[in-house]
Structures are given as structure tokens and as C-alpha cells.
């Protein structure tokens, strides 16, 4: 395994990296000023910075390598895939080394009859789902961007189908993992129940690069189901809402998705997305998944629901592009909040709480970000409720200074923010 010895200052550091870089990747190294500003953010917030090189890997191999020679002279690494983040997961710290896998798309194993296949950590959802279509299976993680698998395992990416085919946590059946000194480690396997050993794998999921570079994902797949059915309900008061969705979650209703958006969400959504239809009050999304007797059981009682929590009425969407529609929609909510305010920086984050907590939370949240200079939409995917901040670039720029807290139930909810979020826990 390559070597570099330790050099006292950073920059130095970096010459001697690079060179072992360019060794040994070769042309999978650049250090291009335009290939670096790329690097160099994601999505949201205005945290950027230039890593010193980016390196392109296509197979686990390039991983170690590039790992084992930064290692050795304390450069650090950032793992990049599709650059979707929106919390600022793939902003390098100064002197890094961004590290690019969106070069390893194979999806090398599909087992059809055990309903599992492994594939490259730079292999997006939607891709996946296309090399799947004939086989009846799919993958159903959908947090809504065109995330790469190792990214969307990295973060625990959850999305609006959670609430029937669980996160990540529950479709990763195993990992190949490149630890920070180049090691490369299997966790987990194939079957879908083991008892031996510690499950390195759910360590892995959520780990958010700290322990290691996912590489390649064992994942479960499910059947494609025999009938979709899309509805959206609205409601005049916030409340009625969540209590609707809770008491759908609770009455054990085998729902596909159920998302909630806000009044001032769905305002931005009607304009962004041509809603013209709707109104621009809360709104509930529903899908329906299963057996046509199936489908049929849960609509009536998630209608009857809505009825006795002053629900208006169903609007539906029977056909792939009317549920197409709806749903890119609700994907594009964080599109149609930036474009609320042109120019304004988007600060997005989220907080969990028990789902019986929901609506107190969202109800508490409300007046707190009603504050000059910020529009604070909602949406939630069961128990978890997504804000966005919107700042104009004045108040940006002041660099406000603001922290605030709340309990809810037993579960305290802080924010501390210099400019920009540093996060929320629940």
C-alpha cells in the first residue's frame, strides 16, 4: 500500500498527496478549477469551499488508494455523489481531498427469486428502478432527488415512502466499506435475519462518512405493486391535518405514502408547480399500494378519517401521470421555496418527534419562525417535520444571532443559528 510521510504544514501536505495522487489514479485526479467549484457545495446553504483536487473513482480499489495515501499525511476526505445535499454534507473543510463516486453506477448482482441485489454506491435510485423493470421489483426508498444509493445510505435517507417500506436502515443488507486507513471491510450479507456478531451495517447507515466510504450496498427489493392509487385531501386547519395522518398511522392503515404540506408549502407549490386547482391551504398526500380489495379498504377508511376531521373533499389521481404530477410536486418543494424569494438563501432541516407530537410540534414552531426576513414553510413525512428558513440576502448578510428552544412532550427541540443552521435535535 502507498505511503506519504507526515509533513508539518497543510499546503505541503497537499503537494506531496497530490503527487502519490496522480501516481497512482492517474487521470481520475484533477484538480480543474471548474471540476473543484462543483465539489466545493450541494445543493443549499452558502457554505462553500474548494477542496484542494477532486479524485473520480470507479471501484472500491480507487477508494482504498486514495484513502490509504490521505490517511498517511492527515488530508482529509469528503465523499461526494450526486451533490443533492441540502445540509452541507459535501462541503470539504480547507486543505480536502473530494472524493467523487459518482463514477460507480454497476449494479453487479440482482437475485430476483430472494429479492435482494448489490450495486455501486454511485448508482442512483431512479436508475436502479429502470435496470429493475423487468424484473417485477423495485426499490422503494424515494427521498425525492436524484441521490446516489451510498449517499442516500450515508445519511439514512428515509423519504415519502417511509412510512410503508421503512429508511434506509431497513432496505441495507449489507456494505462494502473503505475505512479511512484504506481498509476495506464486508458487513452483513444476503439473509435477512442474522444473529451473530455486532450489525456493522446499521452502524454504517446514518453514519454520514465518520466511520468509513460505502462502496457497495446489498439492498432488499419488493414486489411492484398490482394497483397505485393517489388521492390529495385538504384541510382548512393545520390541526385537523396531522390529527388526520396520526390516526391513519395508528389505525394501522398499510398506506404507501402519507406527506403533509402547509398552508404557505402549498402556495409555493400551486405557483411552482401549476397546482391551479388546489388552494393554498394544508394539504395531506395519500398513495395507495397492494391488492385492488386492499387498495379499496384503505381508501374508504382513510377517507372516513378525514371526513370526522373536517376533511374536504378526495381529489384523486388514478393515472401514472396525474400520480407523477402529484408527486414531483411534493419532490420539488424545496425548488418551490427558493423561488419564493429570489436571491434568498434556503436553510432546511428537520426534527423528530413521537408521532402523537406532531401537530404540538408544528403548532409551536409556527410563531417562533414568523420573524422578519424569514417564511418558514412545513412538510412532514411521518413524525418528522421538515422547515425552511428563507432570509433575505440583508438579513443574511447582518449574520443574526439567534437561538431559541422549546419542549415538546419529554423531547426538548433546540436551534442555534450565526447565519446560517447548525441543526435541530428531538
Not at 58 to 63: I, L, P, R, S
Not at 103 to 113: D, K, S
Given at each position: 500500500m502507498p505511503n506519504v510521510s507526515f509533513v508539518p504544514h497543510a499546503a505541503d501536505r497537499l503537494t506531496a498527496v497530490l503527487a502519490q495522487l496522480k501516481t497512482y489514479l492517474g487521470e481520475k485526479v484533477s484538480t480543474n478549477h471548474a471540476v473543484c467549484e462543483a465539489h466545493s457545495h450541494g445543493e443549499a446553504l452558502d457554505l462553500a469551499r474548494m477542496p484542494a483536487a477532486v479524485i473520480f473513482a470507479q471501484t472500491t480499489e480507487d477508494v482504498s488508494t486514495a484513502l490509504a495515501i490521505c490517511h498517511a499525511a492527515y488530508v482529509p476526505v469528503v465523499a461526494f455523489g450526486a451533490g443533492t445535499s441540502v445540509e452541507g454534507h459535501v462541503t470539504p473543510p480547507e486543505h480536502a481531498i473530494s472524493l467523487d463516486l459518482s463514477r460507480m453506477t454497476e449494479v453487479l448482482q440482482v437475485n430476483a427469486a430472494d429479492m435482494d441485489c448489490r450495486v455501486q454506491a454511485g448508482l442512483t435510485r431512479?436508475?436502479?428502478?429502470?435496470?429493475?423493470?423487468?424484473?417485477?421489483?423495485?426499490?422503494?426508498?424515494?427521498?425525492?432527488?436524484?441521490?446516489?444509493?451510498?449517499g442516500m445510505c450515508a445519511t439514512r435517507a428515509s423519504g415519502t415512502a417511509a412510512v410503508h417500506y421503512g429508511t434506509m436502515k431497513e432496505n441495507v443488507l449489507g456494505l462494502t466499506v473503505v475505512m479511512a486507513n484504506g481498509e476495506v471491510i464486508k458487513t452483513g450479507g444476503r439473509v435477512r435475519k442474522s444473529s451473530t456478531g455486532y450489525d456493522l451495517t446499521s452502524l454504517f447507515v446514518g453514519s454520514e462518512g465518520t466511520?468509513?466510504?460505502?462502496?457497495?450496498?446489498?439492498?432488499?427489493?419488493?414486489?411492484?405493486?398490482?394497483?397505485?392509487?393517489?388521492?390529495?385531501?385538504?384541510?382548512?386547519?393545520?390541526?385537523?391535518?396531522?390529527?388526520?395522518?396520526?390516526?391513519?398511522?395508528?389505525?394501522?392503515?398499510p398506506i404507501a405514502r402519507v406527506e403533509l404540506m402547509d398552508d404557505v408549502q402549498m402556495a409555493a407549490s400551486i405557483r411552482y408547480s401549476g397546482l391551479d386547482e388546489l388552494r393554498p391551504i394544508t394539504t395531506l398526500f395519500f398513495e395507495f399500494a397492494g391488492a385492488p380489495a386492499s387498495v379499496r379498504e384503505q381508501v374508504a377508511v382513510t377517507e372516513m378519517l378525514a371526513g370526522d376531521n373536517n376533511g374536504l373533499a378526495f381529489a384523486w389521481a388514478d393515472t401514472p401521470d396525474e400520480r407523477n404530477r402529484l408527486w414531483k410536486a411534493r419532490h420539488n418543494a424545496f425548488w418551490a421555496v427558493k423561488a419564493l424569494c429570489p436571491g434568498a438563501r434556503v436553510i432546511s432541516t428537520d426534527c423528530i418527534v413521537p408521532i402523537s407530537r406532531l401537530a404540538e410540534l408544528i403548532v409551536a414552531l409556527r410563531p417562533i419562525f414568523r420573524l422578519p426576513g424569514c417564511r418558514p414553510p412545513f412538510w412532514d413525512m411521518s413524525g418528522m417535520v421538515i422547515f425552511t428558513r428563507l432570509s433575505s440576502p440583508t438579513t443574511a448578510r447582518r449574520g443574526t444571532d439567534r437561538r431559541w428552544s422549546l419542549t415538546v412532550g419529554l423531547w426538548p427541540v433546540h436551534w442555534n443559528w450565526k447565519g446560517h443552521a447548525v441543526g435541530s435535535t428531538a
Amino acid at each position: 500500500m502507498p505511503n506519504v510521510s507526515f509533513v508539518p504544514h497543510a499546503a505541503d501536505r497537499l503537494t506531496a498527496v497530490l503527487a502519490q495522487l496522480k501516481t497512482y489514479l492517474g487521470e481520475k485526479v484533477s484538480t480543474n478549477h471548474a471540476v473543484c467549484e462543483a465539489h466545493s457545495h450541494g445543493e443549499a446553504l452558502d457554505l462553500a469551499r474548494m477542496p484542494a483536487a477532486v479524485i473520480f473513482a470507479q471501484t472500491t480499489e480507487d477508494v482504498s488508494t486514495a484513502l490509504a495515501i490521505c490517511h498517511a499525511a492527515y488530508v482529509p476526505v469528503v465523499a461526494f455523489g450526486a451533490g443533492t445535499s441540502v445540509e452541507g454534507h459535501v462541503t470539504p473543510p480547507e486543505h480536502a481531498i473530494s472524493l467523487d463516486l459518482s463514477r460507480m453506477t454497476e449494479v453487479l448482482q440482482v437475485n430476483a427469486a430472494d429479492m435482494d441485489c448489490r450495486v455501486q454506491a454511485g448508482l442512483t435510485r431512479q436508475d436502479l428502478n429502470a435496470r429493475l423493470r423487468d424484473t417485477g421489483l423495485f426499490f422503494p426508498v424515494d427521498p425525492g432527488g436524484e441521490a446516489t444509493l451510498g449517499g442516500m445510505c450515508a445519511t439514512r435517507a428515509s423519504g415519502t415512502a417511509a412510512v410503508h417500506y421503512g429508511t434506509m436502515k431497513e432496505n441495507v443488507l449489507g456494505l462494502t466499506v473503505v475505512m479511512a486507513n484504506g481498509e476495506v471491510i464486508k458487513t452483513g450479507g444476503r439473509v435477512r435475519k442474522s444473529s451473530t456478531g455486532y450489525d456493522l451495517t446499521s452502524l454504517f447507515v446514518g453514519s454520514e462518512g465518520t466511520l468509513g466510504i460505502i462502496t457497495e450496498i446489498q439492498l432488499r427489493l419488493h414486489g411492484i405493486p398490482e394497483q397505485l392509487s393517489a388521492a390529495i385531501c385538504q384541510f382548512e386547519n393545520l390541526e385537523d391535518a396531522v390529527r388526520t395522518a396520526v390516526e391513519i398511522i395508528q389505525a394501522g392503515v398499510p398506506i404507501a405514502r402519507v406527506e403533509l404540506m402547509d398552508d404557505v408549502q402549498m402556495a409555493a407549490s400551486i405557483r411552482y408547480s401549476g397546482l391551479d386547482e388546489l388552494r393554498p391551504i394544508t394539504t395531506l398526500f395519500f398513495e395507495f399500494a397492494g391488492a385492488p380489495a386492499s387498495v379499496r379498504e384503505q381508501v374508504a377508511v382513510t377517507e372516513m378519517l378525514a371526513g370526522d376531521n373536517n376533511g374536504l373533499a378526495f381529489a384523486w389521481a388514478d393515472t401514472p401521470d396525474e400520480r407523477n404530477r402529484l408527486w414531483k410536486a411534493r419532490h420539488n418543494a424545496f425548488w418551490a421555496v427558493k423561488a419564493l424569494c429570489p436571491g434568498a438563501r434556503v436553510i432546511s432541516t428537520d426534527c423528530i418527534v413521537p408521532i402523537s407530537r406532531l401537530a404540538e410540534l408544528i403548532v409551536a414552531l409556527r410563531p417562533i419562525f414568523r420573524l422578519p426576513g424569514c417564511r418558514p414553510p412545513f412538510w412532514d413525512m411521518s413524525g418528522m417535520v421538515i422547515f425552511t428558513r428563507l432570509s433575505s440576502p440583508t438579513t443574511a448578510r447582518r449574520g443574526t444571532d439567534r437561538r431559541w428552544s422549546l419542549t415538546v412532550g419529554l423531547w426538548p427541540v433546540h436551534w442555534n443559528w450565526k447565519g446560517h443552521a447548525v441543526g435541530s435535535t428531538a
